[in-house]
């Protein structure tokens, strides 16, 4: 159980802990091809942020990344192929966790915004580019910002 999470619903909790796939999956499918390297990459970051993260999002990684690449292919197995429609569902998830977030307190809110970004980067970077140049496509750079969650960093 994340300490954080006590005071949202089962619903808001499940949304919270499948943040990490949403975003390797859009960020991923950002360019209307999920690809092998980017899967990879992704699933090589959830278990390093399971040692890696910031101590307090340890407990919440824990959670949210076990059974990682089970939960990563069946998201991308049960989301829409078509890469306008599976970026609508995915932002309008991410858009949902706003109201989670505000449950939060801020630094553990920050913290976690701030590494779902890290992720999001990295994934992008996982298959583009050449020596290291370039490496995050057009489509991709629009997404991983994540604009769609309000920055906890700049809320009151």
Known sequence: ???????MTQSEQELM???PVYVAV???GADGEIDNKEVKKA???AHSKLTH???DLIPYYNEANADFEDKLKMAIANLPSGTKERQKVITDKLK???TCFDK???KFAIELYSSLKEMAKQIAEASG???GYMAIDYEESKLIDLKMIKDPARKN
């Open 129 to 131: 580019g050449v020596f």
């Open 96 to 98: 949902e966790a706003n």
């Open 17 to 19: 802990f499948s943040l």
């Open 43 to 45: 699933i090589n970051l």
């Open 104 to 106: 939060l307190p801020k």
């Open 53 to 55: 993260a910031r101590r």
């Open 1 to 7: 159980m994340v300490s954080e999470f006590e005071s």
């Open 26 to 28: 859009l960020i991923a």
